[in-house]
């Protein structure tokens, strides 16, 4: 089997940090995925699966096996006049199948247009975005155990899917390898318009799927930096959710605080980080973007420890002023 030595994944992160891999192997099925783990060159290594690199900052060179999945395929697996279900290769970009759906008039995952990476890496964090998250569309997935080989199938349950989380970082992190996802969408025109800012920019309702996701790719195009020319991985942190009464407290000092309110309440990140005068800040190598607060981004050949340290600053510094621990979105590795 052909394993690459010494890769390097500058071309495997969206935020262009320059490191390498000890061992290295792209698979674009199960079999090859199988033979893999089969071989004893592998099995004691250290083991990685990466998708597109759109939600991970690398600080170090990985001593171990990188697994880049490139397994393929859209199938229609059912339908029925309301509905179809489908199967997706795990190595598929995750914006094509939107595409996909979008042109076939099918709803559910178009609010999710743009969200770079694979589909394999989607159920990691639940992606979301303009009011959708994965787990609305998502029925099953089917996933390699790296220490058994055994396939095994995860229900939307077995996912304990969260805001930007899922078992899949806790208890199982870094113990699967997801192969297939299955999502149900519907043929039924339904649109989510929850979002302020979908509203706003609406005229009228009468829309399909396709041109929903139109208007989210030029929101996101005038918000949000191309990973292509601007080395980033989206949102760094996530948006801390807040008891009522620690709410209060921020509220009271600062009332024209933005806010979500669920059973418990969601305040922007961005916002925190804003207010703190981050946005636009400039390190020697990296900085804060300066259309949105969140995203850090890699504009002189950082390293992944300069892009960390001023994480870092920035998590301080909220947690000095407004006593709350942001949690990193980014899988730090
Ligand atoms: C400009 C920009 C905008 C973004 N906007 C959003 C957004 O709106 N909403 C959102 O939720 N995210 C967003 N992200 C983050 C990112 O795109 C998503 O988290 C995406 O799902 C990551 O996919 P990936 O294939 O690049 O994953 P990677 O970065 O390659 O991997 C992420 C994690 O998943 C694991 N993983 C990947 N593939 C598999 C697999 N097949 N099996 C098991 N584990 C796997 C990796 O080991 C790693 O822990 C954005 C990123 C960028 C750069």
Redesign the pocket.
């Known amino acids: 089997m052909n394993i690459i030595n010494s890769q390097s994944l500058l071309d495997y992160n ?1 935020f262009k940090v320059d490191v390498s891999a000890d061992l290295f192997k792209i698979i674009d099925n199960e079999e090859q995925l199988q033979k893999l783990l089969e071989d004893k060159r592998v099995s004691k290594q250290k083991k ?9 900052l690398f600080t170090k060179n990985f001593n171990g096996l990188v697994i880049h ?1 490139k397994i393929r395929g859209i199938q229609i697996v059912s339908e029925n006049k309301e509905n179809v279900k489908i199967k997706v290769g ?1 190595g598929e970009v ?1 914006d094509d199948l939107v595409a996909w759906t979008t042109k076939h008039n099918y709803y559910g995952i178009e609010n999710l247009s743009l ?4 589909v ?3 159920p ?2 639940n ?3 303009y009011g959708s998250e994965l787990k609305d569309t998502f029925q099953q997935l089917e ?1 390699i155990d790296l220490k058994t080989k055994d396939k095994i199938i995860f229900n939307k349950s077995d996912c304990r899917f969260g805001y ?1 989380d899922s078992i ?1 970082k806790k208890e199982l992190k ?1 113990r ?4 297939n996802v299955y999502l149900k969408l519907t043929k039924i025109k339904s649109i989510n318009l929850s979002y302020k800012i979908l509203k706003d920019n609406i005229a009228t309702t009468n829309l399909k799927s396709e041109d929903v996701r139109k208007i989210i790719i030029n929101i996101r195009n005038s918000k ?2 191309n ?1 292509k020319k601007i080395g ?4 760094f942190f996530k948006n801390p959710i807040l008891e009522k009464p620690q709410f209060k407290t921020l509220q009271k000092k600062y009332p024209e605080i933005p806010f979500f309110e669920e059973s418990k309440i969601k305040v922007p990140a961005g916002w925190l980080i804003e207010k703190l005068n981050w946005k636009g800040h400039q390190e020697k190598t990296c900085g804060v973007y300066a259309k949105h607060a969140l995203i850090i981004i890699n504009n002189n050949n950082a390293t992944g420890l300069e892009i960390k340290n001023l994480a870092e600053k920035i998590k301080e510094s909220v947690y000095q002023k407004f006593n709350i621990l942001l949690e990193e979105e980014v ?1 730090i590795i």
């Open positions: 969206t990685m699966i990466l998708g597109g690199g759109s939600n991970i999945n795990a995750w969200i770079p990476g694979s394999g890496a989607a990691i964090q992606i979301g975005a996933a930007r899949f870094n699967f390898i997801i192969t949000l930096p990973p980033n991985a989206g949102s899988t």
